[in-house]
């Protein structure tokens, strides 16, 4: 079963720091997101990303983030100056055209990174 | 603001029973429904998706959708102390490409 990889699993920071969180998406899958979930919470929409640009991003997703995909494989999220509250698990997810695959256009989740902000 | 509602639990059952979780979601506009199981620490898996209104029935799982009602259900036969986790719905609308998740209702499967 193909896999969304997430690298680091845990990520500890010093509030202020910029960090870069890595993702490789399914290899045929043509649309990627970042989701966040603190501890407790629900799991929240950041970014939705096709085709080279943001397609869609959430009230959350202000300046201090970006996403980036540097090449054909590695799908990144930024955050330039982190902030105690940003402390949380951050997932991305991979998804393949409408209608295609398993016929479903469900995502599929990494196993997350683990961001702490000291 | 498109919200989408769970109990937050815990729902216990023995073994052997059936277990079934429910969710009510705002947007009318909602076109796809999803549920996930997360175990904790760990990331959402999904386990059902269900489109049109009805009942769908994937092994031991059951999805059913009443959009007129905005509620969809999931329904775990045989429940196993395995399935003790938190279960996740989520709701894609017809011109979004993310998914809303409610807050999830944990499932505690007694032995």
């Known amino acids: 079963e193909p896999e969304v990889t997430q690298t680091p699993s845990h990520q500890v920071t010093q509030m202020g720091q910029e960090v870069i969180l890595r993702c490789v998406p399914i290899?045929?899958?043509?649309?990627f997101y970042w989701y966040r979930q603190i501890l407790g919470q629900k799991v929240e929409f950041l970014v939705s990303f096709y085709n080279n640009e943001i397609s869609e991003k959430s009230e959350i997703f202000d300046d201090q983030f970006s996403v980036e995909r540097p090449d054909g494989s590695n799908f990144t999220l930024k955050i330039r100056s982190t902030k105690l509250e940003d402390s949380a698990m951050y997932f991305c997810?991979?998804?393949?055209?409408?209608?295609?695959?398993?016929?479903?256009?469900?995502?599929?989740f990494g196993s997350g990174t683990r961001l702490t902000v000291v | 603001q498109k919200e989408v509602e769970q109990n937050s639990g815990p729902l216990s059952v023995p073994e052997g029973a059936i277990a079934s979780l429910n969710c009510t979601y705002s947007?009318?506009?909602?076109?796809?429904f999803f549920w996930y199981r997360q175990y904790s620490g760990k990331s959402p898996e999904l386990i059902m998706f269900?489109?049109?209104?009805g009942d769908k029935e994937d092994g031991r799982f059951t999805a059913q959708l009443n959009k007129a009602s905005q509620y969809v259900s999931l329904l775990i036969r045989d429940s196993q102390p395995s399935d003790s986790a938190t279960y996740l719905c989520?709701?894609?609308?017809?011109?979004?490409?993310?998914?809303?998740f409610g807050s999830g209702t944990r499932l505690l499967v007694r032995p």
């Open positions: 290899s045929n899958h043509l649309y």
């Open positions: 947007d009318r506009g909602s076109q796809s």
């Open positions: 997810a991979s998804r393949n055209r409408p209608g295609t695959g398993k016929g479903y256009d469900g995502y599929t």
């Open positions: 989520a709701v894609k609308g017809d011109s979004s490409y993310k998914l809303i």
């Open positions: 269900i489109y049109s209104n």
